[in-house]
């Protein structure tokens, strides 16, 4: 959902996003607090609901028809581009790739997963990638499935790594997350999910599991999408102020793959043998969210865990 000034259209959940990325880390509030207040004011009428482009939209009852209208004129085309024609895998691709040239400049871990033609064209198209194998000493993935980057480590093992280069918050019910756990479980590989936002709801269940994340704050564009990247920054337009444009990992990214993943996965893969059973439960959906939390607090309360995994800086704000 997004809002612009004193009559504004917002437009699919980024309203929530927006305040919760502003202000000072220790004030923020998470999406999921405002949704709720979000809804109240629609069931209100306060705030009127619409879809365009198969998207919710929002504005005040008080905007007048007129106003609402321009504001969908000029922002609908770049969010519309976002989502054209091969625009979002290669938007996919910027993170993996980020993450490929991390792996590139490490020496910690070994790696599975690569792109074979960087330098042949830019990124106007797509690259061409080798990915992991679908299984391991007798293991293996369903269909189709693969992970991002397979790592390992010398003494904790492989870990699989998945990037999502999305704007949505990843809430630990989200089917991203539960993709990456089916797959992590049926290799028996230490879950690691590399996202933009990761509220601390999804650290704090999860990582209990072993799970590691990485928050990179910023959505990555591609070079050649510069010119929209500039756009959908615009505060007038959709207000996507962490766009960053291109494949190279910052310095967060190169710390959290060159230094943090190794240290921490040895702990991780620890708390992953303990919890694997919930971990394959909640992504079957044999259980739902709100009991896969509450065995994992019991388990974690009966097995005395001591709280030095969840004040560490894995949880990178």
Known sequence: ????????????????????????????????????????????????????????????????????????????????ALQHGNTGSRVGQCLEIAIYRALLRQNNLEYLGRFTNLDDHDDSQQYSKEEPP????????????????????????????????VREWLYPDREEVAELLDKAVALDCVPVLVGRRIPFVTFKVLSTCGVVFHQTYNQLLPEADSRLAEEARDKR???????RVGNEPDSRLLKFIGT???????????????????????????????????RVRRRSQGLDEDSDWERSEYYDE
């Not at 004193?6 to 004030?27: C, M, V």
């Not at 000493?137 to 492989?158: I, M, Y």
């Not at 337009?237 to 766009?243: C, E, F, N, R, T």
């Open 1 to 80: 959902m997004r809002i612009l000034g004193r009559h504004g259209i917002a437009a699919a959940r980024t309203l929530e996003q927006k305040i919760s990325d502003a202000g000072p880390f220790n004030q923020r509030i998470d999406p999921h607090v405002l949704t709720p207040v979000r809804n109240a004011l629609v069931k209100q009428g306060q705030i009127v609901k619409l879809y365009e482009h198969n998207a919710p939209w929002f504005h005040l009852a008080s905007t007048p028809n007129t106003t609402v209208q321009e504001r969908l004129n000029e922002q609908l085309p770049v969010f519309r």
């Open 134 to 165: 679908q299984s391991m000493s007798g293991r293996c993935l369903q269909g189709k499935q693969r992970l991002d980057f397979l790592v390992r480590h010398q003494e904790a093992g492989w870990a699989g790594i998945e990037a999502k280069n």
């Open 237 to 243: 337009l959709l207000g996507y102020h962490d766009i």
């Open 260 to 294: 943090n993943l190794p240290r921490v996965m040895p702990r991780a893969r620890q708390l992953f043998e303990q919890y694997k059973d919930l971990l394959a439960d909640f992504a079957a959906k044999t259980i739902d969210y709100h009991e896969f939390a509450a």
